[in-house]
């Protein structure tokens, strides 16, 4: 599948919660899976792929793929830790985020089956920024503006190269 790059509507749009877990919702999963892993990411979250669908996958550090159908953050840490995120849709910038430590996520897993996770370290990390996706909301929101106009200049001329 195509990632959609920053700088495209989808990304900035609120994603709607999926109706019914069907064949489509699990080979869309499939299909997201292999997609994060061909272009090296660690999450991909389902506007990344033109899905206006509340719905992401992760494969982190441990090595598991997950997927989180219509996902919500139940509990946050006040412990907050800074960490470099990078975003398949705006390639090659990293930045410093801060976030909770650890978080506590309920979400359907591909089988329709309710999960609630305690996540710390970096899956809390990558949970984050892929539920951020859902809301329309990416990484460079949460870094100093300048540099986030910065980015987003970068990326509206390179857009527009493109089109020339
Ligand atoms: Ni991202």
Known sequence: MKVVRLGEEILRQKAEPVAEITDEIRALI?????????EDG???????VGKNLRLFVVKADDGIERAFINPQIIATSQELVSYEEGCLSIPKIYEEVVRPEKITVQALNERGRRITLDADGFLARVIQHEYDHLDGVLFIDRIDPAKKAKIEQKFLKKAAEKEA
């Open 30 to 38: 499939r299909d997201m899976f292999d997609t994060m892993v061909a």
């Open 42 to 48: 660690v999450g991909l979250a389902a506007p990344q």
